[in-house]
């Protein structure tokens, strides 16, 4: 089991608070991701939840168990650090043998949870082995491996791929995920990236200046940003992010910025400034004039192109729109020359209001 409660916790350097008032469950089984821009308080919060910092107040529990004040070696807890800190000179097989003959367990028992641990994640055919002779990822499976002969309750990343290059980062993400779902063990992992995070979590915890920003699972904080700093956060190119200003016409609700009009529902509301948030991947992108233009519910943004970027399989036009550079996804067999005067349209359903 490995069912985490974080109870408003809190830490402050010199009394300037870092990690302000965070509560959340990881439930036994998630990987649960912080993520968060750099400076944010992610590797703050983990390392209190590792019991190498002590919060300043707030409270931690670990399986019903009041954890706030445990040490770190009482915690069941098993950090595996960025650098794998494997010893270089040893076997695989000697690395994870390594905590249970530091516990003295009996040699037969150390030779069978090695066997059990290799065969678990896979390493079975590395064990003799020395870690130089190992690739990125089957370094991380080692890393894992030690852990795990330990039986912990979770295991803790900080930024684990952070030093690897891009093609080796997106593989050995496959296989953590992969692992993940093979041990179905708890895993609570700090990343700033939004890729990894959206491929790897079951819950993401989002922070910003130490604060719980938004807590869900990938889908809901993309599908549902609870805020402008949420919908800024994930996805790339960002969320298109417009200040306008909400009101009734006609029975409508609408949203009226510079070149920029959207009907939504029909009902009333009191006039108020909100921010209007549209992914990239939500505008349709027309020539100005043509029929496809004018929708008679959703958005319609009216400007020029300004800059069109190839991404190989696709295009990001980028668009003026008012006071506004705009981004839309485009096929890349189409070619829209800068100056074109366009209308960027958006359905109902995918135009996020944040007051
Ligand atoms: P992240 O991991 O999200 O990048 P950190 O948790 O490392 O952020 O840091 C959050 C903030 O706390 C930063 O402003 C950092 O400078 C500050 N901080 C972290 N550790 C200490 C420390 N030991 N003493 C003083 N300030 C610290
Ligand atoms: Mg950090």
Not at 144 to 168: G, I, Q, T
Not at 181 to 196: K, N, S
Not at 301 to 313: A, D, M, Y
Request: charged share 20%; glycine share 8%; aromatic share 4%.
């Amino acid at each position: 089991m490995g069912r985490l409660v974080l109870n408003q916790l809190s830490r402050s350097f010199k009394n300037v608070p870092v990690v302000k008032n965070v509560s959340l469950t990881v439930e036994d089984g998630d990987f649960l991701v912080l993520l968060g821009p750099s400076g944010c308080g992610k590797t703050t919060l983990l390392r209190m939840i590792a019991g190498l910092l002590e919060p300043t107040s707030g409270s931690l529990e670990l399986d019903g168990v009041d954890i706030t004040t445990a040490p770190s070696k009482k915690r069941d807890l098993a950090m595996v650090f960025q650098s794998y800190a494997l010893y270089p000179h040893l076997s695989v097989a000697k690395n994870l043998a390594f905590p249970l003959k530091v516990r003295r367990a009996a040699k037969q028992d150390i030779t069978k949870r090695v066997e059990t641990v290799a065969g678990m994640v896979e390493i079975g055919h590395l064990l003799e082995r020395k870690p130089k002779e190992l690739s990125g990822g089957q370094r991380q499976r080692v890393a894992v491996a030690r852990a795990l002969v330990r039986e912990p309750k979770a295991f803790l990343m900080d930024e684990p791929l952070s030093n690897l290059d891009a093609k080796l980062r997106t593989a050995t993400r496959q296989e953590l995920a992969a692992l993940h779902q093979r041990l179905g063990a708890t895993f609570i992992y700090v990343t700033h990236d939004q890729v990894e995070a959206m491929t790897m979590a079951t819950k993401i915890a989002l922070l910003n200046g130490g604060q719980l920003e938004q807590l869900g699972t990938p889908e809901e904080l993309y599908d549902t940003p609870a805020s402008v700093f949420a919908a800024g956060f994930l996805g790339s190119p960002a969320t298109n992010l417009i200040d306008a200003e909400l009101s009734t016409s006609g029975g409508s609700i609408t949203v009226m910025a510079p070149s920029v009009e959207a009907v939504l529902w029909t009902g009333e509301t009191p006039r108020r400034d909100v921010v209007l948030g549209i992914r990239p991947e939500h505008l349709n992108l027309h020539a100005a004039g043509s029929s496809a233009a004018a929708p008679s519910a959703g958005a319609a943004l009216r400007g020029t192109v300004e800059l069109s970027e190839n991404l190989g399989s696709e295009q990001v036009i980028y668009c003026r729109i008012g006071e506004k550079r705009v981004a839309v996804r485009a096929p890349r067999n189409q070619r829209w020359e800068t100056g074109t005067a366009v209308v960027l349209s958006a359905d109902t359903p995918h135009l996020h209001l944040f007051d």
